[in-house]
T-cell receptor
Framework: KQEVTQIPAALSVPEGENLVLNCSFT??????LQWFRQDPGKGLTSLLL?????REQTSGRLNASLDKSSGRSTLYIAASQPGDSATYLC???????????????FGQGTILTVHP | DAGVTQSPTHLIKTRGQQVTLRCSPK?????VSWYQQALGQGPQFIFQ???????QRGNFPDRFSGHQFPNYSSELNVNALLLGDSALYLC????????????FGPGTRLTVT
């Protein structure tokens, strides 16, 4: 059974800092690893998707890496801004062909607060 | 192109009642999944539908049931509501063969009193 853990549970940083959010998963037989952003009371917005054949993905100030062998992914946010304040969730997507295909297993999230 | 839509936005029910939540998938998508997100937790997979049948199910009791219609829209039904069913219910849609491109709706906030 896949389990996903995110560390830290909460993070508060001053504006401008670079920061790293961590995600670990127990079953390395994943298809993809996806990072989402969630604003309070809202749905999920996909930030970055890393396919199993990739090691990292970048979008603007965001960079996500994936190390399947160690069961870890990190989300790096450069030059953080108050508008980055949200909950960040990672989700593991299992391999095709298995009974869990298409089912996302989420971590509990990291609550990020960036203060001016 | 409309994304995933859900209705209603918010809902308040009393213990023991029944509730139906609705989801319309993104255009071109034929597979719908439902997730429950309790406050402060990550979303938990409830079940997945395609071809109008439940294909996968998470660890949820039979009080949770669903349906998918020929136009691929879906309903989530919860019977005999408990206080612990209070949560944000998220719907996600995708093309059946592209599990890595799941799009989430805004969610329905259910409060059970």
């Amino acid at each position: 059974k896949q389990e996903v853990t995110q560390i830290p549970a909460a993070l508060s940083v001053p504006e401008g800092e670079n920061l790293v959010l961590n995600c670990s998963f127990t079953d390395s037989a994943i298809y993809n690893l996806q990072w989402f952003r969630q604003d309070p009371g809202k749905g999920l917005t996909s930030l970055l998707l890393i396919q199993s054949s990739q090691r990292e993905q970048t979008s603007g100030r965001l960079n996500a890496s994936l190390d399947k062998s160690s069961g870890r992914s990190t989300l790096y946010i450069a030059a953080s801004q108050p508008g980055d304040s949200a909950t960040y969730l990672c989700a593991a997507i299992p391999n095709a062909g298995g009974t869990s295909y298409g089912k996302l297993t989420f971590g509990q999230g990291t609550i990020l607060t960036v203060h001016p | 192109d409309a994304g995933v839509t859900q209705s209603p936005t918010h809902l308040i029910k009393t213990r023991g009642q029944q509730v139906t939540l609705r989801c319309s998938p993104k255009s071109g998508h034929d597979t719908v999944s439902w997730y429950q997100q309790a406050l402060g937790q990550g979303p938990q997979f409830i079940f997945q539908y395609y071809e109008e049948e439940e294909r996968q199910r998470g660890n949820f009791p039979d009080r949770f049931s669903g349906h998918q219609f020929p136009n691929y829209s879906s309903e989530l039904n919860v019977n005999a509501l408990l206080l612990g069913d209070s949560a944000l219910y998220l719907c996600a849609s995708r093309d059946r063969d592209r599990a890595y491109e799941q799009y989430f709706g805004p969610g329905t906030r259910l409060t059970v009193t």
